[in-house]
């Protein structure tokens, strides 16, 4: 596991209560490696999930420091999604 992920899952995990979010999700960090959210919590892995959210290393940290809005990402193109667009709707809101 590299920094970016390492960084990106004990960032997560203060963030997150894995009880706040029903559903699974994977934060694909691109050239990096990806993130896991479930109900066991945070971590690094890359199985299948409910939803999978794709974005660049700059674009997931800003979106992890509150200077860039989920939302805002997808909508400007910064950040994929691909299947439950209802869990991605969710764990935006848990970001903001």
């Known amino acids: ?10 960032a997560l995990s203060q ?3 894995a009880g ?5 999700a994977k934060f694909v960090i691109e050239g990096e490696g990806s993130v896991i959210i479930d109900g066991a919590g945070v ?3 890359d199985e299948e999930t409910d939803v999978t959210l794709t974005a660049d ?3 997931f940290q800003s979106m992890l420091a509150g200077d860039t809005n989920p939302t805002a990402a997808f909508m400007s193109g910064k950040l ?3 299947g439950d ?3 991605a709707m969710q764990l935006g809101g848990l970001l903001s």
């Open 1 to 10: 596991m590299n920094d970016i992920v390492n960084g990106a899952v004990a």
């Open 15 to 17: 963030k997150i209560d």
């Open 20 to 24: 706040d979010f029903d559903g699974s």
């Open 43 to 45: 971590r690094a892995g």
């Open 57 to 59: 290393a700059d674009t």
């Open 80 to 82: 994929s999604v691909d």
């Open 85 to 87: 667009m209802g869990k």
